[in-house]
């Protein structure tokens, strides 16, 4: 048994666990409710995942979106896209790491920044330097 968290009228708390306002009183006013239940109302009410793991303190869930201590928010999908991030991140100080990858890194580069445009010059290069008149 665990206490129930503090500031929860009795039927927020009863909202949080399907308990009746009947028992959420009575958890009240004993002090006293089942831990598990009081470690996910914690958790529902606070949204701080401290609650649960320590290492996670200062991180929040908030409307779907899980929250640093900074401030800073992801939604599910920018969480899920991280595994494929770090892994062009890997692969681009590989092939920056090996200096025969990088004539390959700037043909592949020039291919697909130097469209023609219409007047007929041809568009700077990225890392090209153009000489000024």
């Known amino acids: 048994m665990a206490a129930p968290p503090a500031g929860l009228m009795a039927r ?24 598990a239940l009081a470690l996910a109302v914690s958790l529902l009410a606070s949204g701080d995942l401290g609650t649960v793991w320590p290492e996670w303190r200062g991180w929040r869930i908030v409307r779907g979106e899980l929250t ?4 800073w928010t992801f939604r599910p999908g920018e969480i899920a896209a991280l595994p494929l991030l770090e892994a062009a ?3 681009a100080q590989r092939a920056l790491a090996e200096p025969a990858q990088w004539s390959l890194a700037l043909e592949t580069q020039q291919q697909v920044a130097a ?18 008149p």
């Open 12 to 35: 927020e708390l009863a909202s949080l666990t399907g308990a009746s306002e009947r028992t959420a009183r009575r958890w009240i006013a004993t002090g006293r409710m089942p831990a």
């Open 68 to 71: 640093s201590p900074e401030g």
């Open 89 to 91: 991140h890997r692969e």
């Open 115 to 132: 469209p023609h445009p219409p007047d007929g010059h041809t568009a700077p290069v990225l890392g090209e330097r153009k000489a000024l």
